[in-house]
């Protein structure tokens, strides 16, 4: 039987794991190099911090819950808002930082949307409840997310990822 996954209280938990900003950079770091999707990344964290571990087919089915959204809408407002730092350099400063802030506003929105659809497709996945520690839940996550993106985590990934689980 699949357990309840509450989308606010992901919501929540990703808005206090990801203000820390080692986490925020780590999380860039692997969105930038990998292709690493932070939502899905802090759905890990999330679900490890809850007692529950990640599965292959949790990451699939998640994946294939935003694909379309993350192609759509949050690639392109991502892509809009880093655009303005540097390929605008005629628009007024206070301008651009208008424009970016409000961007990064609707930005929010949305990734609180695939949050929803993460917490939704990850449900039938999640599993029994485990007693192992939430670090080691996550990190047999994230190796399993990474093999499926990269194939075998480099140096600079293990930093990345022992900088997110150092703040679990």
């Known amino acids: 039987m699949a357990i309840r996954l509450d989308p606010a ?3 929540s938990f990703s808005l206090a794991l990801y203000c ?3 986490v925020a950079q780590a999380c ?3 969105q930038d190099r990998r292709g690493a999707d932070v939502n899905l990344l802090l759905a890990i964290c999330w679900l490890a911090a809850r007692g529950y571990e990640t599965g292959v087919d949790g990451i699939e089915a998640a994946e294939r819950a935003i694909a379309s959204w993350n192609e759509a809408v949050l690639k392109p407002l991502r892509t809009t808002r880093r655009r ?4 605008f350099p005629d628009l007024a400063r206070a301008d651009r ?3 970016k802030h409000g961007i990064l506003s ?4 949305c990734e609180k949307v695939a949050q929803v659809w993460i917490a939704k497709a ?3 996945h999640a599993g029994s409840l485990s007693t192992l520690p939430a670090r080691q839940l996550a ?9 499926k993106l990269v194939g075998i985590a480099d140096g600079q990934d293990r930093t990345a990822i022992d900088t997110i689980l150092n703040q679990l």
């Open 9 to 11: 209280d992901f919501w």
């Open 20 to 22: 820390r900003p080692p």
């Open 28 to 30: 860039l770091d692997l």
């Open 84 to 87: 303005l730092v540097n390929d």
């Open 97 to 99: 930082q208008s424009i």
């Open 106 to 109: 609707v930005e929010l929105e």
């Open 122 to 124: 990850l449900e039938p």
């Open 139 to 147: 990190t047999a996550g994230f190796d399993r997310y990474l093999s």
